[in-house]
């Protein structure tokens, strides 16, 4: 049902690689020009990854409090006690992705086009599990990854393409 997103989900998660190559610790919490931080970007990325799995019947993998730190409508300028290093953050995405990735060739078809459920997305064209899977894996995805890339050149960095 996913084949033609998972070349992009599998192109996004190399995208995210190289967005982050160069950005240090020491950066990972820096709001230039009130652009989302690098941290809660990654953190917010690696918990959406979780929401795709929930529909599937999958565990979630983040940790509950990155999903308070990370989740719809929190904080992104509050200072984080003890945040999650970059490498932590990039291994969770990697996990998710790859999870994700197992969890959704392996959905049942039927059941992809239920109703999602889920309010934030109620009047949009979001509309089924399916939908909602793919939204996470392709749009939301790159949405944030897009946010990073802005960071990035915000922060004098060279454009990648």
């Known amino acids: 049902m996913f084949e033609t997103v998972l070349p992009l989900f599998d192109f996004a998660l190399s995208y995210c690689r190289r967005l982050t190559e160069d950005i240090r610790g020491d950066e990972m919490s820096l709001h230039p020009a009130?652009?989302?931080a690098p941290v809660w970007i990654l953190g917010h990325i690696a918990i959406a990854l979780d929401y795709g799995m929930k529909p599937l019947g999958q565990p979630m993998l983040c940790p509950k409090r990155w999903h308070i730190?990370?989740?719809?409508?929190?904080?992104?300028?509050?200072?984080?006690?003890?945040?999650?290093?970059?490498?932590?953050?990039?291994?969770?995405?990697?996990?998710?992705?790859?999870?994700?990735?197992?969890?959704s060739a392996a959905a049942d078809a039927a059941a992809m086009q239920q109703p999602h459920g889920l309010g934030l997305l109620a009047n949009s064209p979001i509309r089924t599990t399916g939908d909602l899977i793919a939204h996470l894996m392709r749009t939301h995805f790159a949405t944030h990854l897009g946010q990073l890339s802005f960071w990035r050149r915000v922060t004098g960095r060279p454009a990648l393409f």
């Open 69 to 103: 730190q990370f989740g719809p409508g929190s904080d992104d300028t509050a200072k984080l006690d003890d945040p999650p290093a970059k490498s932590e953050l990039l291994q969770a995405i990697v996990a998710g992705h790859a999870a994700l990735r197992a969890a």
């Open 34 to 36: 009130g652009v989302h």
